[in-house]
């Protein structure tokens, strides 16, 4: 078995965040039912440009592959009852929603346990289910800026920047999930769920780390660094080469010994010189820094790599997206994953970094909307044809289809039956 295949998660999920979190845990196994909103045509993710088509988007497969679809209009009664029966047969609850909304729609562990006293109901909010943001949106961009992160990237006489990717987002995708797993393993042996309360600016607020602890402590004052360097270990940052730039790095001494003798000045690292320590070349890092950076300027990038590499010194190109994804180390730990999508064809996309045991994940594409009706409701929650007609009539699944006309008699037995593949006979809305 996949390590997480007795795992049933209920997802009222959107967007990057909470679907990137449910990603890791669909690839490991989990079953993952995303209940999306018919009166919106679903997760947002789908309609997300520049690479997208009707229901169907690059960025909607990039976080939804093995996962189940179903729409479910959760404000009608009927959509509830269907929600409810579904929180009877699943282990968790996971959304990301405004800090408030969990709460007005229903989903906390004290609004859910009645159904299912061992429910985990994970919660991924902007800023928290508490506190004075609760009812504020959260967006990754906002995040780095409240959270000091963009005060501390870029150059230091550059405007506070962002970094080029959400990291926000995804960072609180995976505290989620480690979340959402510590609940699962507590309900199993106790028999009992609850709530697990994460939020983007709890979790961008303690990836602050030690120049936190630093701040906190001893009044230290984090700030931007030339060239991306290290606050504290010299040198350890991105160098200018002949054709490009490179990052190299001395977090030991050991480094720092063998990097003089590449420059060409192994006196830098003997007793005596300014630079024999970390302290030395910290006191004296600018006129350390301006000698080196002339050395790095006269060879190529990879003439220096060339040298680094065989020395044991951290080192590494400043590759671009495409390089990055031709590493060979990309594809030697089969990090690009292919899978078959009725309308891009052949989608490939980076693999989960989570690897647990030998067995490699199976790959499914991301699900089209309501694909997964039969599934879930005949077979997950046992319904059967009256209950889903009876359910379709009371706009469960999005408004109901206004009342014909009577039809005449050799029409009748036509009518009675909706066009396979509608959204009425409980196929897939396009």
Not at 86 to 113: F, H
Not at 209 to 232: I, M, Q
Not at 318 to 331: C, F, G, K, W, Y
């Amino acid at each position: 078995m996949k390590p997480l295949q007795d795992v049933r998660i209920i997802s009222l999920e959107q967007y990057g965040a909470g679907p990137f979190g449910s990603l890791h845990l669909a690839d490991l196994g989990a079953e993952i039912i995303k209940i999306e909103d018919p009166s919106v045509g679903g997760d947002v993710g789908r309609y997300v440009p520049p690479y997208a088509e009707g229901e169907d988007s690059l960025f909607f497969e990039t976080f939804n592959r093995n996962k189940k679809s179903i729409s479910l209009d959760l404000s009608t009664p009927a959509g509830r009852a269907v929600f409810e029966d579904l929180v009877r047969v699943s282990d968790a609850v996971y959304s990301n929603l405004r800090g408030d909304v969990p709460e007005k729609m229903g989903i906390t562990y004290d609004q859910l346990k009645h159904l299912n006293p061992a429910i985990v109901c994970c919660s991924l909010t902007g800023f928290g289910m508490t506190g004075p943001r609760r009812k504020e949106p959260g967006y990754d961009y906002i995040l780095q800026g409240l959270a000091g992160w963009m005060a501390l990237t870029g150059e230091p006489d550059g405007p506070p920047t962002k970094s080029g990717l959400s990291l926000v987002d995804y960072s609180g995708g995976y505290v989620a999930a480690i979340a959402l797993l510590a609940g699962l393993h507590a309900a199993r042996r106790d028999g009992v769920g609850m709530d697990c309360d994460v939020s983007l600016y709890d979790t961008a607020l303690t990836m602050l780390t030690y120049p936190a602890t630093w701040h906190l402590n001893a009044g230290y004052e984090p700030t931007r660094t030339r060239h991306s360097a290290h606050p504290s270990l010299v040198p350890f940052q991105v160098f200018q080469a002949k054709d490009g730039w490179l990052v190299v790095g001395c977090a030991k001494e050991k480094f720092w010994v063998r990097l003089a003798e590449v420059v060409g000045h192994p006196e830098w690292a003997e007793q005596g010189s300014p630079y024999a320590s970390f302290a030395g070349r910290g006191k004296h890092r600018e006129e350390l820094l301006a000698q080196l950076e002339a050395i790095f300027r006269e060879r190529t990038v990879d003439e220096w790599l060339s040298v680094l590499y065989p020395a044991s010194i951290p080192c590494g190109p400043i590759n671009d997206v495409p390089q990055a994804l031709r590493e060979e180390h990309t594809i030697a730990r089969n990090l690009i994953v292919e899978t078959e999508h009725p309308r891009f064809g052949t989608v490939r996309q980076l693999a989960s970094p989570v690897r647990v045991g030998s067995q490699p994940p199976e790959y499914r594409r991301a699900p089209l909307r309501n694909e997964h009706f039969d599934e879930i409701l005949r077979g997950i929650v046992g319904y059967d044809d009256a209950r889903i007609d009876q359910l379709r009539r009371e706009g469960a699944f999005g408004a109901p289809a206004p009342v014909p006309a009577q039809p005449s008699a050799p029409e009748a037995d036509a009518a009675a039956s909706p066009a396979p593949g509608s959204s009425e006979a409980g196929g897939i809305p396009r």
